[in-house]
C-alpha cells in the first residue's frame, strides 16, 4: 500500500511531495528540482515579502506548475521502485489532492482521495508519528494555516495536541480573524508566525530568511531585549498570546537608519519575545496532556535558540522537533496521517529520503569534467585522506547517498572543514556560501563525545537545538558570538560513513568535529545532484568534493 502526497500552497511555499508503504518514506522537496529556493522565484518572493498580510487575507493561489509536479511523481515512484498503479491513496492540501490526481494516468483510474487533512494536523503528524514516542504533547506554531470551519473569517496559527499510541487529537486550535492581519485591528494579532515574519522583513531580509534573525540576534545589545515586550500579552486563563499592532511601529524605531547594530537590536528583541510565547505554549501543553514528551511542528519550531533553552530548562524530559517542521514537513504529515504508524514503527532516521545516485552516475558526472579524482575502494583510506585534507585547512564538499529532506545538510550533501581554524568562518561566508558574515556555522559532533564539548545531555542529530560551547577557543569558527552553537550529534546507526569521517578526525585531531554546513550557495536550494555538486565545486573556493567513494579536486 502506497500514499503518494503533495503538500504545500501550491502559490509555491516549500511543496513537497513524498511515497509512503507503510514503513519507508521517498521523498523531493520541489525546490530541489526546480533550483529556486522555496520553489520561488527572486521576483516571487520579493512580491510575498511586500505582499506578506494580503496573502494570507486573499487566500488566492496560482496555477500549479503541472511538469515540475510530474518530474516530482516521476522521482519518487522511480526511487521506490513503484508505478501509478501501486498507488492507492492519495492526499494533500486544499486542492493539491485533485492535482495528483489529475497526474495519474487515466488507464489505471483515480488512486482514492485520503479526504481532507489540516494544515496544522498536518504538522502534528509530522511530528508525533516520527518521534518514537508513544505518547506525547504535541505543539504546532506558525504563521497561519487553513482557514477555520463554518465559514469563519479567520486563520489557524496555534494548536495544541495529544499523541497516544496511533492516535492523534486536538486539544487547542487558535484562530487569528482576518481582520487583525492587515495590521489596522486595534486588538491585535493571535500569530507568533507572523510577529516572527515581520520580524524578518522590518529588519531588512525577505520573509523566507527567518533564519537570518536568529543568527543576527546575539549581536543586539542587552539594554535593547524588553524593546518589544510591551506588545505581547499573555492570557493564563484561555492561553492566548496577543499581540498589539503597535509593535510593527516599535520594529522600525529599533531598526532606525538600518545600521547592523540597530538591525540587531531588533533581531535580539524580537528573539527574546518568540522565547517567551513558545515558553507559554509549551507550558499550555504540559498542563493539558500531563504529558513529560513534547514535540514541536511549524515555521517556528525551526528557532534552535528557543529550542535549546526550552530543552535545558527542564520542563519535559524529552523533545522532537521535525527536522522538515516547515510547511515541506507537510507532505510527510499526511502521508503518516493518511495511514498511521504504531509507536516506534516509523523513525525519522537520518532525514533522508532522496534518490542515492549510482556510482556508474558519479563516474559518468565526472568524466564530463576537466577535475582530477581518485577512487578510494575502502571506506577506511576516503576518511583517512579527507581527514588529513581537512585538518591542513582544506574546505570539501561531502556528497554521500540520499539527499536530506528538510533544510539542514546533516552529512549527505554537505560542506565541511576544521572548526578549529578561526578563520574558516569567514572565508566560508565570503569566498563558499557568499553569503552575510555575521551567520554563523554549526559544529557536528560525535554523540558519544558531545558532551565533551557542549553543554548537551542528549541527541541532537537534526541541528534544532542551540547548545553552549565548553571551550569556545578550540572551536571558534562553530561558536557564535554569544558563545553557543546549533550542535548536530553524529552517530553511526544514523549516519555511518560521517560517523567513520569524524571518529578518524578525532583519531588525527583529537577534537572529533567537523563544521558542517549545507552544500549551497546563499540564495540556493541544497545540491540534490552529482552534476550540481560539481558545477559548485567549479564556481566556488571548495578545494575539493568527495562524491561517494571519489576524491574531486581542481587540479592534479
Known sequence: MATLVLAGTLEGHSPALVLYDGARIHGIELERLSRL????????????????????????????????????????????GATWADVTHVAGVVDSDAVLRRLC??????PRSAG???????????????????????????????????????VETVSIWRGHGSELQCLEMRYSPLSALDGSSPTGHLSPGLFYADLTVQIGFMVREAGKVMGLSPF?????????????????????????????????ALVGSGSEAERADCAGAGQEVLERVLFHYARR??????????????????????????LRSGLFDEIFVQPAAGDNGLALGMALRTHPPEPGVFSMGASCFGRIYSDEAVREAIAQTDFASTHFPEEEALCTEVARRLAGGEILGW?????????????HRSVLCDPRASTMKDILNARVKFREAFRPFAPAVLESAAEDYFSLDRPSPYMLFVAPVKTPALLPATTHVDGSARVQTVCPERTP????????????????????????????????????????LGACALDGLVLGDHLVTKTS
Open 37 to 80: 529556493k522555496h520553489n520561488l522565484t527572486l521576483e516571487r518572493h520579493q512580491q510575498q515579502t511586500r505582499d506578506l498580510r494580503a496573502r494570507a487575507m486573499r487566500g488566492g493561489r496560482t496555477a500549479p506548475d503541472f511538469a515540475l509536479l510530474d518530474q516530482a511523481v516521476r522521482y519518487v515512484l522511480e526511487n521506490a
Open 105 to 110: 494516468p487515466d488507464r489505471l483510474g483515480r
Open 116 to 154: 481532507a487533512i489540516g494544515h496544522h494536523e498536518a504538522h502534528a503528524a509530522s511530528a508525533y508519528y516520527p518521534s518514537g514516542f508513544d505518547e506525547a504533547a504535541v505543539l504546532v506554531v506558525d504563521a497561519f494555516g487553513d482557514m477555520a470551519p463554518e465559514g469563519a473569517r479567520a
Open 220 to 252: 543586539g545589545h542587552p539594554s535593547k531585549r524588553d524593546a518589544l515586550r510591551p506588545f505581547v500579552s499573555f492570557d493564563h486563563d484561555s492561553g492566548d498570546v496577543r499581540f498589539s499592532p503597535g509593535y510593527l511601529d516599535a520594529m522600525r
Open 285 to 310: 501543553a504540559e498542563s493539558l496532556t500531563g504529558c513529560r514528551r513534547l514535540v514541536m511542528a511549524g515555521g517556528c519550531a525551526l528557532n534552535s535558540v528557543a529550542n535549546g533553552k526550552l
Open 399 to 411: 556528497f554521500q547517498g540520499a539527499a536530506e529532506f528538510g533544510p539542514r545538510a546533516l552529512g
Open 497 to 536: 560513513r560521517f560517523a567513520a569521517l569524524l571518529a578518524t578526525v578525532g583519531a588525527q585531531t583529537g577534537v572529533p568535529v567537523l563544521l558542517n554546513t549545507s552544500m549551497n550557495v546563499m540564495g540556493q536550494p541544497i545540491i540534490e545532484t552529482p552534476v550540481q555538486a560539481l558545477e559548485m
